[in-house]
C-alpha cells in the first residue's frame, strides 16, 4: 500500500522531492524511489534519515510524512514493533497538520492492525481513513485496499468485490500505475476467491515477472510468493510456480535483512518441491501471522496427502486453525476444518466461539485469546509465542482488554474472567512435532 511513481513524493503528498529545499523531503524521495527499485535496507535508512531531518522542522508536512512513510514501510516488511511505536497515537512526535496526514495516519494504523490480525480495529480506521481521503486527497485507494483485505477475511465475498471494483482500473499492472501490485494483489485474492483458480493464472504470472508491480507486491506481501505457487501448482502450471519461486528467492538474496522476505522465499521454494524442512523453516521464520498460519496448513496438508501420520497432519491443521482464528480469518479457518473433517474429525471444537465476542464485552477474537491465556498465567512474551504476536502488540491487546472489561489488572482480570456457558475452554497450542 505504498505510492510509487517516477516522482513519488508528489505522486504521495504534491511535493516536488527534485525541487524542494527541505532536506527531510529530499530524503522521503529518495526512500521512496529505492522501494521501487526493491532496495530495501537503503529505503529504510533514508526514511529513517528523512525522519531525524524532520525533527527540526515541526510546521512542515514532512514532519509527519517522513514518519508515516517510514512506518508504512516498516509494516511492509513485518518490522511491527518500530511501526507501532511511529503510529501510536499517544507518542508526543505524532501529529497531523492537515486532513491528508490524519487519513494517512488512520490508514496506516488500520494497516498495521489488519497486519496483526484486528480486522475490527482494521476496518473501523480503514472506513474512517478512506471518508476523509476521499473528501480531502488521493487516499480513498488505499481505504478501499485495507477494506477489501478486512472482507475477504472475513469471508464477506460482496463487500469485498464492491471494494475492488472501485479500484479496478488501479488493477491493471501499467508500470507508471503508483498501486499497481497492491491493486492486483487484492483484486486477484478476490477473484479467486469468486471466480476459481483458473480464472486469475494469468494475472499471477504477471505478478511473478519481477517488474515494479512485480516487485512491489512481493516485497510488502511475504504470504504472496507462496499463494502464488499454490495456485500456479493447483493449475498444473509449473513454469509459473516455479518463476513464483525464483522471484521469491531473488528477492530475498538481495535484502537478507529481512526475515519476511527470507520466510517467503522459504514458503515458495517448499511449496515447489514439497519440501516439509523448507516448509517448517517457514513457519518458524514467518512473521506475519497470516502466512504462518499458511506455512502451517501447507505442512498439515502434505502430511495430510500422504495418508501415513493422520495424528500429526490433524495436530497441525488443528495449529494452523488456531493462528488463523488469532488472524480474524474467518474464510481460511472454513477451509481449513473442511480439511479436518476430511481425515476424520468430526467435533472439532473453536478456540473461539462466534458468540463469545457478544457474551465477553467487545472483545475481538484476537482479544478474547489474548486475555484466556493471560488468565492461565501467561506473561505477554509467553503469549506472544503462541499467537505469533510480538510482546508489545499483546501489551496493546491488553490494555484495550482492560479497557473493555473494566478491569485494571492481570488479577482483576482473571477474577472476573468467565467462559460463556456451553463454550469449551481454549486448548493452548500445541509444540511442534518432532520429525
Not at 504477471?206 to 507486491?217: D, T, Y
Request: glycine share 6%; hydrophobic share 40%; net charge neutral.
Amino acid at each position: 500500500m505504498i505510492l510509487l511513481s517516477p516522482d513519488p513524493l508528489r505522486m504521495q503528498y504534491g511535493i516536488d522531492s527534485t525541487e524542494s529545499s527541505c532536506p527531510a523531503c529530499r530524503l522521503i524521495g529518495r526512500s521512496m524511489s529505492c522501494w521501487r527499485q526493491s532496495r530495501l535496507q537503503l529505503t529504510v535508512e533514508l526514511a529513517e534519515e528523512g525522519v531525524r531531518a524532520a525533527a527540526s522542522r515541526p510546521q512542515c508536512e514532512c514532519h509527519s510524512h517522513s514518519r508515516l512513510w517510514l512506518a508504512t514501510v516498516l509494516i511492509h516488511l513485518r518490522e511491527l514493533d518500530r511501526a507501532e511505536g511511529l503510529l501510536h497515537p499517544d507518542s508526543p512526535d505524532v501529529s497531523h497538520p492537515s486532513a491528508e496526514s490524519a487519513a494517512r495516519a488512520d490508514l496506516s494504523r488500520s494497516f498495521l492492525a489488519f497486519t496483526t490480525g484486528d480486522i475490527d480495529t482494521s476496518a473501523q480506521l480503514g472506513e474512517q481513513g478512506l471518508a476523509a481521503a476521499e473528501r480531502s486527497g488521493p487516499w480513498h485507494t488505499l481505504g478501499r485496499l485495507v477494506l477489501a483485505g478486512c472482507a475477504l477475511r472475513r469471508a464477506d465475498l460482496k463487500v469485498a468485490l464492491a471494494h475492488t471494483q472501485r479500484i479496478a482500473e488501479d488493477a491493471l499492472l501499467a508500470s507508471d500505475n503508483p498501486l499497481a501490485g497492491q491493486c492486483a494483489w487484492v483484486s486477484v485474492q478476490v477473484r479467486e476467491a469468486h471466480d476459481g483458480t483458473e480464472a486469475v493464472v494469468p494475472f499471477i504470472e504477471q505478478l511473478v515477472a519481477l517488474g515494479p508491480a512485480s516487485r512491489e507486491v512481493l516485497g510488502s506481501q511475504p504470504a504472496a510468493a507462496p499463494w502464488f505457487v499454490r495456485l500456479a501448482l493447483k493449475a498444473g502450471d509449473k513454469a509459473v510456480a516455479r518463476q513464483g519461486a525464483l522471484a521469491a528467492r531473488q528477492l530475498a538474496q538481495i535484502n537478507p535483512q529481512f526475515r519476511s522476505l527470507t520466510a517467503a522465499a522459504l514458503h515458495a521454494e517448499g511449496l515447489l518441491k514439497r519440501d516439509l524442512d523448507d516448509l517448517w523453516q517457514a513457519a518458524e521464520t514467518h512473521v506475519d501471522p497470516w502466512a504462518r498460519a499458511s506455512a502451517l496448513e501447507d505442512i498439515g496438508t502434505h502430511l495430510a496427502g500422504q495418508r501415513l501420520q493422520p495424528d500429526r497432519a490433524v495436530e497441525i491443521l488443528e495449529r494452523s486453525s488456531d493462528v488463523y482464528l488469532a488472524a480474524g480469518a474467518a474464510r481460511d479457518l472454513s477451509r481449513v476444518k473442511s480439511k479436518l473433517r476430511g481425515l476424520g474429525v468430526r467435533h472439532h471444537v473453536s478456540r473461539w466461539s462466534s458468540g463469545s465476542r457478544e457474551q465477553l464485552g467487545r472483545l475481538t477474537e484476537t482479544e478474547f485469546t489474548v486475555a484466556h491465556l493471560v488468565v492461565q498465567g501467561m506473561t505477554n512474551s509467553q503469549v506472544g509465542a503462541q499467537l505469533f504476536l510480538s510482546h508489545h502488540t499483546v501489551a496493546f491487546h491488553l490494555k484495550k482488554i482492560f479497557r473493555k472489561l473494566d478491569v485494571a489488572s492481570r488479577v482483576e482480570l482473571a477474577r472476573t474472567w468467565s467462559t460463556p456457558a456451553g463454550e469449551s475452554r481454549p486448548r493452548t497450542p500445541r509444540a511442534r512435532p518432532t520429525a
